[in-house]
């Protein structure tokens, strides 16, 4: 018998809906233009500031139902609300650095624009050991991980504990990869 202890679940989907593409892009273009921009973990590209007014259609489809389902998978309950959001525009050879939410419960990525080879979002193993073990080049098994690569295409929603470390890959497209980053409160 495996018992697996320490876990890592990432829920992940695709909500096809150009109203919320066009949204997002306006809103970014509209930041641009304010030149409000941020610099967390981003290095190169555009971060735009910290949101929290969004249409209430958008809210509710694109972030609250698809982490109610994502909690559903854990037999809870809760209600959930919106915390923050912010688009991100990596353009070729722009990447973000390791890094974690740890101000809320659940964070999520919605991709907007994601060419082929515009890098891909990375989850890294919370057990530093993982990172030297010789057993991750043994067992094809994502506990033997000390990294796990998602390949995303437009449309994906990704939802992670807001204290899973993730990191994204320089864009290696000639194209611009467009996302959208988001943190929710369970209640």
């Not at 679940?9 to 919320?20: C, F, L, M, Q």
């Not at 304010?34 to 929290?52: A, D, E, P």
């Not at 990525?109 to 080879?117: G, H, L, M, R, S």
């Amino acid at each position: 018998m495996i018992i697996d202890i320490f876990k890592t679940s990432i829920y992940k989907t695709s909500i096809k809906n150009e109203e919320y593409i066009n949204y997002f892009i306006d809103l970014l273009n509209n930041q641009k233009k304010l030149n409000s921009g941020n610099s967390l973990s981003n290095i190169g590209g555009f971060q735009s500031q910290s949101l929290n007014i969004i249409n209430e259609n958008i809210k509710e489809n694109l972030f609250i139902k698809p982490a109610l389902e994502y909690i559903k998978q854990f037999n809870r309950n809760y209600k959930i609300e919106l915390s923050n959001f912010w688009i991100n525009c990596n353009n070729k050879n722009d990447y973000n650095l390791l890094h974690s939410h740890s101000d809320c419960n659940i964070s999520g990525v919605y991709y907007i624009k994601a060419p082929e080879n515009s890098g891909r979002i990375v989850f890294q193993n919370g057990d530093l050991a993982k990172m030297s073990s010789k057993n991750q080049h043994c067992f094809d098994d994502a506990n033997f991980y000390s990294r796990y690569f998602f390949s995303v295409k437009q449309y994906d929603l990704i939802l992670f504990s807001s204290d899973t470390f993730h990191y994204v890959e320089p864009n290696r497209s000639n194209d611009e990869r467009i996302s959208v980053a988001f943190n929710l409160y369970l209640k």
